[in-house]
């Protein structure tokens, strides 16, 4: 308890630069080392001899599924978390662990549901999320085993987020690496040695999620915690669980709506693209794991500068507030036009990480700069959407949560291709999107800010 009022006197008083470099590295290592949970896959199955191609795009299938899951533990975690994580800085201790009683009831509840509902549906929703008689069997294999560790998912993801409420970013890391290493020495164990395949990828990464919640749950239950899981706080609270709905819904409609993109781009390519459609959709899968090693760093920044930010708006220390905003807006646009730089000057290097097909090097090498055309401005979205969930402004989170996948991407992707006759109206679809996006959070977030942050201590 004592290292947690510490940290807490650290987020009240230490320079800004120097804390957020200091919770934001952990975080920003806790999300590169999470994304290799799936990359890794991605990586490993692609290279499977003779079917890699094919198996690699039927594991891209089940991404909506499996980005779905993810979306049910950030509406419960980071929900809960930011509301925590304000509770402390106003010293109300005993409010922010009832948040995270309720929290772990919701994540809980939806492992549950989640497990049992896509477990009788998912082939029929395979092939509604893009998969073809070539690759549905990889499909239901890769998914059939990764549901069987949903609770995992839920717990490992979820309530990371509260450690990381804290200040506590490093324990965060940890909890993380734990079980991204396991699975980068299971991977090629169960995938080639033991000749498995994706069901070994899935048994892999299902494994090393069960050792990362574990090691989650053991920091919240112990005394080295400021936030501890207590046995009389694990009960329903509707006003409390409306309060993390209300806070949850946009980062829940953030992720889930990646599983909406994911289907009507698959869809998309193989309706445009003919013969060629599972190459194409192959492409897809390739590209949207490299946007996740973009995506995922540049989320770690701003989880790990939130607590600053959540826990001095609570405190009513508004200027430090706005001093870490203009920082975090500098370092996330910085991050994203070097990504941009990186994608559109070396394409060919990203494509052959996931696979050894020159086919579809070439299309992913073609597409690539025009696909991430608007990654540049990125680092304005993911900076004003995380400013405003730690200063829980929940209706316009929620807002901004629509507005760059459901309200621009997805109807660009299915305007666009219709406009030109050809799968490239897909590929230009999400340059436009984000770069629209961002133009207009970052010009909400300016106008509202002296409503928020009034400049009286000024």
Not at 1 to 6: I, T
Not at 57 to 78: E, N
């Amino acid at each position: 308890m004592q290292q947690s009022v510490q940290t807490e006197a650290m987020l009240a008083n230490a320079p800004i630069g120097k804390l957020m470099l200091r919770l934001a590295i952990p975080t920003v290592a806790a999300q590169i080392i999470n994304m290799l949970y799936n990359i890794v896959d991605r990586i490993y199955i692609g290279h499977i001899p003779v079917v890699g191609n094919t198996a690699l795009t039927g594991v891209g299938v089940t991404f909506p599924i499996i980005t779905l899951i993810s979306a049910f533990a950030a509406f419960a975690g980071q929900g809960g978390a930011p509301l925590a994580s304000i509770q402390l800085g106003a010293g109300r201790r005993k409010e922010a662990e009832e948040i995270l009683g309720s929290s772990v009831l919701m994540l809980l509840t939806a492992a549950i549901a989640l497990t049992i509902g896509f477990s009788l549906v998912k082939e029929p929703v395979l092939y509604a999320f893009g998969a073809s008689p070539d690759t549905i069997g990889y499909a239901v294999d890769y998914i059939g085993i990764y549901l069987l560790g949903t609770l995992f998912v839920q717990i490992a993801l979820g309530l990371n987020t509260f450690i990381t409420a804290q200040g506590r970013t490093t324990v965060a890391m940890l909890s993380v690496v734990i079980g991204a290493a396991l699975n980068i020495v299971l991977d090629p164990i169960f995938i080639f040695l033991l000749g498995m395949g994706v069901r070994g990828a899935a048994l892999a990464t299902i494994l090393s999620q069960g050792v990362s919640a574990i090691w989650v749950l053991c920091f919240l239950c112990s005394r080295r915690s400021g936030l501890r899981i207590r046995k009389e706080n694990l009960r329903f609270r509707p006003q409390m669980i409306k309060r993390i709905a209300g806070l949850g819904i946009a980062p829940f409609i953030m992720q889930s709506t990646e599983s909406l993109v994911t289907i009507v781009l698959n869809r998309g390519m193989q309706t445009y693209g003919g013969s060629m459609g599972d190459l194409y959709v192959g492409s897809i899968t390739i590209m949207q794991s490299i946007m996740q090693m973009i995506v995922m760093p540049v989320q770690g920044i701003t989880q790990g500068t939130q607590p600053i930010m959540s826990y001095n708006y609570g405190a009513g220390n508004y200027l430090r507030v706005r001093k870490t905003f203009k920082r975090l807006l500098t370092v996330t646009l910085t991050v994203t036009f070097g990504a941009f730089l990186a994608v559109a000057l070396l394409p060919h290097m990203w494509a052959r990480i996931f696979t050894p097909n020159q086919e579809l090097i070439d299309l992913v090498s073609r597409m690539m700069p025009l696909f991430f055309g608007g990654i540049w401005a990125f680092g304005a979205q993911s900076a004003c959407q995380s400013s405003f969930m730690a200063l829980g402004q929940a209706k316009t989170s929620l807002f901004l949560a629509l507005l760059r996948k459901v309200i621009l991407l997805i109807p660009l992707a299915i305007i666009l291709p219709r406009a030109t006759g050809s799968v490239l109206g897909i590929y230009a679809a999400e340059p436009v999107a984000d770069f629209l996006a961002s133009c207009t959070t970052l010009t909400l977030f300016l106008h509202k800010r002296k409503e928020l942050l009034p400049l009286k201590q000024e």
